[in-house]
């Protein structure tokens, strides 16, 4: 073993030396006493204000062991502290008030945002939106869009079972095909039921059974390989459909078929009869269109309006504008001399060539074409913007509506050659018997709705649902039910552009009172007496009130007083 070396490392040496220091240390503290005054204390007091720790003041530490006497606060009493290990901070929460709350004098205790403020506040404002939702009406608006779903609540029982009796059935069909009102007739059943019955009935062209013809959706099965190969059989079918079509056309003409919807694959059009809302004559509404089919109008000069269009976009069709502006210049040649008329006349022609017009200003002709096809482009995006929207709906009236009539009868492209309803005519539903028409009758499902304890019964209503029908389907709810009673309705909602500008037709008309084709408004109500609406729905149709049309996405009866609300 090999002897110490007589060299220390430097390590060892500063090790020596650090545990002399902590041994000198250690014998000096052992010889001061515990409540030695500051001078011979290694520590400083503690000061323990808590005033000054509220006031935000920055603390000293408190973890020191040894403090003076003369800083030394009054103990706080053991009945204020807890068995907490950290005691300190349960005597600052035990503070009297005085010293931790601050003055409140200054404080706006309503514009805290505390959690009682804040629900006073929503249950203020929930009140006030209850009471404008509340409102109550003794009628029922009038929307033109086609329902494809009732579903009606009630927490007593309805009037109404899936096997009804033969009298019932029997009468139900009977009071709706020779639209009789079976609450007046000495005949036919009268009970709830059988009026219910009556309500679901409806009249539909084509009828194919194994293909659901409204909606219509892309997403469907197609309809069969013989339909969309064999060309004798889509003739067929279209044959049988110009004479429905034309049958019900003429029955609305005849004011004896109130309306009736064609429902092809991409549009919907309402034929209205003279009388309804007020209307002096015929109209029809058709919506969603494109720009390729109203310039299609256009060709076949059908003059349109689109009433949902804003103001700046609203438009006629070219002929006129043309019509406008000539007439405009016509009125200017009256009050002019032969000379100046002569000169407009020339200046005229020549305007009428924009590209001579700029070819004298020197543009050569490549420039000239580019030019028209920009200003081309920019027509044809202004006016394709509301393409497939609801500003896109076309209104038109009188001779119009009999030249729309005869455009889609001999438009054979409203038959679509491929897809699930190929060589399928459009779907005609009406509430009025018409030539081929097939009665159809909704799908009704009964069930009961278990919710917080409470039980509520159900019927759920599935098919075109038509306007009438809604008013006649909750007249005979409430006329036959003791109990309030709600009614949810799903709209096609391509048909919702149909309340929507009907009501803003509405508004125009009431401001043509004075005008002289408006006489005939007090014969209206006679002359659609025959049209398979009794007397009071036929008075509400009637009506010129722009605010009685509205669409109804859920409706509730009041039995207290007989009112609804939507």
Not at 8 to 37: C, F, W, Y
Not at 214 to 238: C, H, I, W
Not at 513 to 528: D, R
Request: with cysteine; charged share 25%.
């Amino acid at each position: 073993m090999e002897p110490p070396s007589p060299w220390k490392k430097p390590n060892e040496v500063m090790l020596l030396h650090r545990l002399k220091k902590r041994k000198k240390a250690l014998q000096e503290r052992m010889k001061t006493p515990l409540g030695a005054s500051e001078e011979t204390s290694h520590s400083k007091s503690v000061n323990i204000d808590f005033s000054r720790l509220l006031d935000s003041e920055k603390r000293k530490n408190p973890f020191t062991k040894l403090c003076s006497p003369q800083s030394k606060k009054p103990k706080i009493e053991e009945s204020q502290l807890d068995e907490s290990s950290d005691k300190t901070l349960f005597a600052l929460l035990n503070l009297p008030a005085k010293v931790v709350e601050k003055p409140a004098q200054d404080v706006d205790t309503e514009k805290l945002a505390t959690f009682s403020n804040l629900l006073q506040k929503f249950n203020a404002e929930h009140s006030v939106e209850t009471k404008q939702v509340e409102k109550r009406y003794k009628y029922l608006p009038i929307d033109w869009a086609i329902k494809t779903k009732v579903r009606l609540m009630s927490p007593k029982p309805f009037a109404w079972t899936s096997k009804l009796k033969a009298s019932e059935e029997a009468s139900g069909i009977t009071g709706f095909v020779r639209c009789l009102d079976t609450t007046k007739s000495s005949t036919l059943d009268t009970s709830p039921r059988a009026r219910f019955h009556q309500t679901c009935l409806y009249w539909q062209h084509p009828h194919l059974p194994w293909l659901d013809m409204y909606p219509r959706s892309s997403g469907k099965v197609a309809a069969t390989s013989f339909m969309a190969t064999n060309d004798q059989v889509k003739e067929a079918l279209y044959r049988e459909w110009t004479e429905s079509f034309r049958s019900l056309f003429q029955l609305l003409r005849a004011r004896h078929c109130p309306y009736f919807y064609v429902c092809a694959n991409s549009f919907t059009v309402l034929f209205r009869a003279a009388g309804l809302c007020a209307a002096p004559e015929p109209c029809a509404l058709l919506a969603p269109t494109t720009s390729g089919f109203r310039q299609t109008l256009r060709q076949e000069d059908v003059e349109f309006t689109m009433p949902l269009r804003p103001d700046s976009k609203k438009k006629h069709n070219s002929s006129d504008e043309e019509k406008l502006k000539n007439s405009s210049f016509d009125s200017c040649y009256d009050t002019m001399d032969d000379a100046k008329s002569q000169e407009l006349n020339e200046e005229r022609e020549d305007e009428d060539d924009p590209n001579e017009l700029l070819s004298q200003l020197g543009l050569e002709t490549d420039v000239i074409k580019k030019i028209n096809i920009s200003q081309a482009r920019m027509v044809n995006n202004a006016e394709s913007n509301v393409d497939s929207a609801a500003e896109s709906l076309v209104f038109v009236r009188g001779a119009d509506a009999q030249a729309l009539f005869n455009f889609l009868l001999n438009c054979k492209s409203i038959v679509s050659p491929t897809g699930p309803f190929a060589g399928v005519p459009p779907t005609l539903l009406a509430p009025t018997a018409f030539h081929g028409g097939t009665l159809q009758s909704l799908k009704v499902r009964e069930n009961t709705i278990h919710s917080d304890s409470h039980k509520y019964y159900s019927i759920e209503l599935r098919g075109p649902i038509l306007p009438t029908a809604v008013h006649s389907l909750l007249e005979v709810l409430r006329s036959s039910s003791a109990a309030h009673f709600s009614a949810t309705f799903a709209h096609q909602h391509s048909t919702l552009a149909f309340s929507w500008a009907a009501s803003t037709v509405a508004e125009d008309e009431s401001g043509k009172e004075n005008e002289p084709k408006h006489f005939a408004k007090a014969f209206n109500k006679e002359n659609l007496s025959d049209c398979g609406i009794n007397e009071d729905m036929l008075q509400h149709f009637c009506s010129s009130d722009p605010k009685i049309i509205k669409t109804l996405d859920s409706v509730k009866y009041n039995t207290e007083d007989s009112t609804y609300t939507w």
